[in-house]
Structure formats: C-alpha cells, structure tokens
C-alpha cells in the first residue's frame, strides 16, 4: 500500500501534468483551486481523475471545506 | 425531418441511426428552448423510428453531457411572476418535459446515451430514459436537488428505480453525492465504460451491432423489458410542486444563482 506521502505525490504529479502547472510550483499546503486555478467544474474533473487513479470513491461531501494537497491526500489516504 | 439544426439541439439520420447532439452552452441546461426542442425531437420521432434502428443522445460540449435544468431561468422567471402562477408555470413544465421522455423512453428503438463530464439533475435523468448508457471514464452522475430542497422533477426517481432498485436511488437522492462512470458501471447503471472522449465512437459502434437484430423483435423485446412508471411519475411530479413552495427553495435558487462558480452546489 502507498504511504500517504507517496500518495500526495502521485496527487501533485497528476494535478501538474493535468492542469499543466509546472511540477515544482505545486506544495503540499497549497490550495488547489488557487494554485491550479480552477473552478468547481475542474475540482470535479479532478475528482473524478483521483479516484481512476487510486481506485477509490471519494464521496463529495467528504471534500467540502477541503482545498489544500495534503487533506485532500489524507482523505484518500483512508479509502486505500 | 432527417436533418435539424437547432440552438439548444441538433440532429441527423445516418445509416438507420439518429443522432441527436446537445451543444448549449455552458452544460445544455434544460430551460423552455431545451423543451421546445426536445418537443420537436418527439413529433419527429413518429416519422423517424420507420426509417432508423437506434438513437444516439450525445454532448458536443467538452463541459459535460448536461447539468441538468436551467436554475437561472427557473429562479427569474419564477422572481417575475406571483407564487400561484409560477406553480402554475412549473406544472406546466414538469408536464410538458414528462411527455417528451416518456416518449423517448418508449419509441420503438434502440437509444443509446453516450454521456462524458457532467451528468447531473435533469441531465441524468435525460440519461435515463435511453435504453442504454455509455460513459466516457470522466462521466459523473448525480441528483443533487436535495440541496435546493427539491427532489428530481423529470422521472428520474421512478426511472432509476425501475432500472437498479430503491438502494442506489436512496444513496444518490439522500447524499447528494456523485457517482463516477466505473461506480455506475458496478452498480448497473452504466452498459459499458470507455476510455475518454470515445463514447461516441462506442455508441455507434453499438448502434451498428443493433442493426443485425429483426425490427420487429427488437421493439418486442424493449416493450417486454421497459415499462414505463407513469404512476409513480405523476406522483413525482405533485411533490415536486408541492416542495417548490416551500422557502428553502427560493433560498437555495437564490444562493446558486448569485454564485459565481461554474457549479455552484457542489464542494
């Protein structure tokens, strides 16, 4: 199983290479709507992309309030 | 009509197949141009299900399949008008859409729902008059009505509940969570998953296979299997009306209209 760092990694890498945001500019505290600059509409796609990638469900009522790399890990964390 | 060319739809016949894209933007909300065009797609399906084998319903748009009803357009239309007309108004709506899916629902061929992104609301429940659906992997499906203290107003209650049973609807409409494509595929909502931006591709694909099949049979075989939840479709309708009076309504309207966010009500 991942640790959770491999597992915020794998987050980082995806969000870098989805939303085309250099790699190194991305850091665990970061918010995610500022730092990749999207909207609810591309939170979701990236939603969607996580749980492909990592083979869980992420209900959405367990990412309100989130926005930040390192929860957002956290919470998949759990459903590994 | 083999060809129409629409604002809010478009279709064409091809090979014994309809297809029907939907490419308003910003997800093809379903307000009153949706409705008048869905209600031409319904007369012409009379003439047009003697020349064709299947239907495909498909999003032009990157955005999504549909985001389901027009909640701007719900909410100013309702602010311009007194409560009792805009009940009126509502009614008459929910009356009109049920007529045009149901008949879909019920025309004598194969539909194929080829959905990608956003498939929420009254978008899903477009979804689910089709017969079969495929998703792209990035498909999400959702009722999220709960949060604007409605309950799903185009039969998409019933129609779910015909096709997987009270569990899966309760889990949707009760949380208001979304489902990706590869969950709706284990629960039996979803035919087949394909790889991103190839549902269309599938579903004429599928289309094609449909067209070995004797007529006859096939229409026998979907009327056998497919009933329609008319009852239960009334009632959803009644309560619809009987929730929108309600003030957390106006209140939940208003807060996803004043919201700047491309989908205000999700996280």
Not at chain 1, 18 to 26: P, Q
Not at chain 2, 93 to 105: A, G, M, P, S
Request: charged share 25%.
């Amino acid at each position: 199983m991942k640790t959770q760092e491999q597992t915020l990694d794998d987050i980082l890498d995806l969000a870098a290479k989805h939303f085309k945001v250099e790699r190194e500019k991305l850091g665990p505290d970061d918010d995610f709507f500022k730092a990749l600059g999207i909207d609810s509409l591309q939170a979701l796609d990236l939603l969607t992309r996580l749980e492909n990638h990592f083979h869980v469900e992420l209900p959405d009522y367990e990412l309100q309030g989130v926005s930040d790399f390192r929860t957002l890990a956290e919470r998949i964390q759990a459903r590994l | 009509m083999e060809i129409f060319q629409g604002r809010y739809l478009s279709w064409e016949t091809r090979e014994g197949v309809i297809e029907v894209a939907l490419h308003h933007g910003p997800c093809n909300e379903i307000g009153l141009l949706a409705l008048e065009e869905l209600e031409k797609l319904s007369s012409a399906l009379h003439t047009l299900a003697h020349q064709t084998h299947a239907l495909i319903l498909y999003s032009s748009l990157t955005s999504g399949f549909c985001a389901g009803a027009d909640l701007r357009e719900l909410y100013f239309r309702s602010q311009e008008m007194e409560k009792a007309r805009a009940l009126e108004g509502v009614r008459d709506f929910l009356e009109r859409i049920h007529k045009v899916l149901n008949t879909i629902d019920a025309a004598p061929l194969t539909t194929i729902a080829a959905v990608h992104g956003v498939t929420f609301g009254g978008g899903f429940e477009l979804a689910l008059v089709c017969d079969l659906i495929i998703a792209d992997k990035m498909a999400r499906f959702c009722f999220p009505e709960l949060r604007l203290g409605l309950v799903p107003g185009f039969g998409g209650i019933p129609r779910l509940k015909r096709d997987l049973g009270n569990a899966v609807v309760r889990d949707l409409l009760l949380t208001g969570r979304s489902f990706n494509a590869t969950k709706a595929h284990a629960v039996g909502l979803v035919s087949q998953v394909v790889a991103e931006g190839e549902s269309l591709r599938v579903a004429r694909a599928t289309a094609a296979q449909l067209a070995k099949f004797d007529r006859r049979t096939a229409i026998a075989a979907k009327k056998f299997i497919k009933p329609i939840p008319y009852h239960e479709m009334k009632q959803e309708i009644d309560l619809f009306c009987q929730l929108f009076v309600e003030p957390a309504v106006e209140a939940g309207l208003r807060k996803f209209v004043e919201s700047t966010d491309a989908l205000p009500y999700l996280p």
